[in-house]
Every structure is written in structure tokens, then in C-alpha cells.
């Protein structure tokens, strides 16, 4: 008789080391098929602790020591926290990432991996969280695959972004709260509580409604010390991400309106939120960085149903799904609340619903009432399959070729030459030439030649003294265009490059003859 608990997990246990076991290729196939991407950068550069310095320098004249970018020499890590004035995100994600590349280095496989590492801990974590809360093993496993399978998931897994590693700190958190209520309010409990709230808090802003779900449950659900103990740790948490955090947004969002971020016109809320539960299950849309529209209507409302509607109709036989429910609900009403007030659209964003994917997930492997009910959480499960195997097909959606046009810079550009990164000619305060420079360096290494940020028409005396020079080359997207932008009249040759990004091209004055 002792062994039968041991039997009865046996089998479960068994399956989700399989899932594992696949997860894992997943997640590393074609990790690095394409370079990384705008926002990817970002956080790797601010990762490097050298803060808002790069974009400090002058724009429009020669700036005559390429400035150091990468991590050789960087700040420590601690200088992350006072050096990102220019994004609004927390720093707790760069800290990590700067950790990480200290320890296992900067290439794209490696800054890629820790967000693969954090998504196979999801599965495992998600497993453990909703068989505390529902005692179904079959239930956690059938979450846990889809946590491992929806595309989604896969795809953040591939990009150095914060998205894989909020929910891995979300899932503990809702361990040690599924904890107190199931056990006691222990202190490891509490504390396990609020320091997953406090890193939410500190690593991204979507963590809000989450937090605010799990207060609401914990009110309806807890009683007496138990109660006030748990709201009190989770004000606490929150307390201290405010203090620490709060003047940096409050100072950010000063200078830097939204400017629209997020808006979509001629589309309905209603839809967007029924769409949640299959966009981050079971997505067709093989680039979900896109403002992106649903699958098949039958499938979204199938699946809206198994999500927000039918785990309310079972909570007298099932009272363990209030807590996923919950937890879905305020990571979406967050979003949508936004919505409503900013007139945007950002819930067609599916990284910012990213957060309600374990309480979608939990949600979709309940078992329901009747012999079909008890297989359509296999289905899904199935679907979501079907979606990773497509996936692994087509792979990443395809992003602007970066490494050619830095191996060219690699070959061509000495350091006797100058290269002229070309930017946004109508804002002076454009910040794109700086970080194309640190794009360019992460691929080709340190450029040791003079630069030029170049925003507007240079001067005439640049000119001159661009004259002193070799060769002047031009990283820019329009070789003719942004010639005539910020050098007029002067000739173009050698354009070289992959065509769908930046070029380089190098220039000559105005009646002047080129080997």
C-alpha cells in the first residue's frame, strides 16, 4: 500500500521528463538562425552598465576614438541600476543578463540560452505549482505541455528578452502562495512571497495585475493572521519596488510621452481579450512580435469558453481553479484597463500578456464534465504539438540581416579610415545611430576608427576635415539618399550589403575620382 502514491506518480513523472526532454531541443533549435533584434540589443547594451554614456556624444562631428562598448572593461553590474534614464523597463533582467555574460560570455547562443533555461524551468515549475493547487497530476502535466509546446513560449524562449525569466519568478511566487493557503503561513513561505513580488515588480511593469489578482484571491480565500500576514508581505514587496524603483519611471515618463505606443485602429477590445487563450496556445502566426490578429474564430471561442467561462461554472465541484483564474484574469484586465483608458490596443501585443499564460494553460488542462470533456484538454495539448512541430518547420520569424553588413565593416574599414553611421536626419535627439554602432561592434568586434553619428548635414569644416581621411564610409539604409542628407553632392561607391537592412558605402568629395 505504501508504494501506490509512488506508482500513481510514476507514470506522470515519467512523461514530464519527456516533455522536458523535447522541450529542450525546441528551444535550441535555430536559437541563433537569426541575429538578434532591435530590442534585444537594447537590453544587451544596457546590460553592459555603461548607461545613457553612448548617446550622451556629440552627433555630426568626428568623434576621433571609436567609444568602448562592450563588456571588456564595463562598469560592474551595480551601475545598471542608476545607468538606464534612457528605457523605462526595471533593471533586474539586466543585472541578470550582465551575471550571466560574465560568467558564460556575450555571443547571441549565449545571452539566448539563459531565456531558454528560465522557459524549461517554467515547464517543471508549472507542473509543481498546479498539482499543489488541484492535486491532479494529470491536470499539472497537460499545463506543463503546454507551457512546453505553444509557440509562443518557444519563441521568447529564443530572444533575450525579460519574458521567460517573469514567468519563471511568477510561477515560484505562485508556489509559495498556493503554500500558505494549502499548509501554513510559514516564514519561508512569506518571505519566498514577497521576494517574488519584489522581483516582479523589478522586472517588469505587466507584473501589476498579476499581483493585484493574487491580493484579491488571497482576501477571498485566506482567513484571520494567515490573511493579513500574506497582504502584508505582498504590500511590503510592493512598498519596497515603489520606494527603490518609482522616482526612475516617474522621472522617465516626464520626458517620454508614449507617443501612441501600442494604438490600432478599427479593433474591437472584446475580440482582442477572447482571443488571449489561443493566441498564446495555439498560434498560427509564425511572427508573434506583430500587433498580431487570431487564429480561426471556432478555435478562439473554443477556447475563451474552456478559459474564462467554464472553470466559473465548476468552482462549487472545483474551488482549486479560482486561484488560476484569477491569476489569468488579472494579468489580462491589467492590459486591458490600459486599453481602455489610453484608447490603445496593446492587447494585441502578445508579449504583454505573456504573464497570464500559466493560468490559460492551467485552465485549459482541467478535465470537463462527460467522457469528450475529460479528452479535450488532450486535444489542446495535441494542438499545441502540432503548432511546435510547425514551428520547428519554419522557425524564427526572419529579422534584418546584421552580421554581413559587420563582417563587411571587419574587412573593409582600417583604422586610418572613418565610418559614418547614418541616422534619423529630422530628430537631432535620435538615438539610432549610437545604438547601430553598438549593433555593429557586437558583431565585428571593436571598431577602432574614427566615428561620426551623422543626423543632420555636416558642416562644412567636417568636411574638410573628412577630406584628411582615406576613405570615408557610410553605414546608412538609402546609399544615394542619405548621401545627399548629410553629405550633398558627394559621390557614392562600393555599396555592399545584404540588401534588407543597412548598407556600407564609402564616399568621395564632389569631383574627385576613387581607385
Known sequence: ?????????????????????????????????????????????????????????????IIPHAPAVEFAGAPPVWHIWNGIASIAHPPLYLMTLRLWVDLLGSSDRSIRLMSALFSIGCVVLLYVAVLKSTGNRWQALVASGLMAFSPIQIYYSQQARPYTMLQFIAILGGIALISIEKKRATSLHLLGLALAVLALALTHYIFAGLVAAWAIYLLVRLRGQTRYLTASMI???????????????????????????????????????LSVPQRLTLESNQDPLLLSDN??????????????????????????????????????????????FRHSTLLSIPRLVILAAPGVYALLAVALPGRLGKCIPWVILFGAIACAADYWVAGPPNCPDIQTIANSISREVTPRDVLLITGDYYRAESQEPPLTYFVLSHYAGPLNCPIVFATAPLSSSTRVELTKYPRIWVVGIDPSGDTQKILPGWQVHDIQGPGDSNLLWYVTPPGTSHS
Open 235 to 273: 504590500a511590503i514587496a510592493v512598498l519596497v519596488a515603489a520606494i527603490s524603483w518609482g522616482p526612475h519611471l516617474l522621472a522617465y515618463r516626464r520626458t517620454n510621452p508614449t507617443n501612441g505606443y501600442g494604438e490600432l485602429h478599427d479593433r474591437n477590445l472584446a475580440h482582442l481579450v
Open 1 to 61: 500500500m505504501a508504494s501506490s502514491p509512488l506508482r500513481k506518480s510514476a507514470i506522470p513523472i515519467s512523461l514530464l521528463t519527456l516533455i522536458v526532454i523535447v522541450a529542450v531541443p525546441l528551444r535550441l533549435h535555430n536559437i541563433t538562425r537569426q541575429n538578434l533584434w532591435l530590442d534585444e540589443f537594447w537590453a544587451l547594451y544596457f546590460s553592459t552598465g555603461r548607461g545613457d554614456s553612448i548617446f550622451q556624444l556629440p552627433c555630426n562631428v
Open 295 to 340: 487564429g480561426p474564430w471556432p478555435i478562439v471561442v473554443a477556447l475563451a469558453i474552456i478559459s474564462y467561462a467554464i472553470p466559473l461554472l465548476l468552482l462549487r465541484r472545483r474551488p482549486d481553479l479560482l486561484f488560476w483564474w484569477f491569476w489569468m484574469a488579472g494579468a489580462i484586465a491589467a492590459i486591458f484597463l490600459i486599453d481602455l
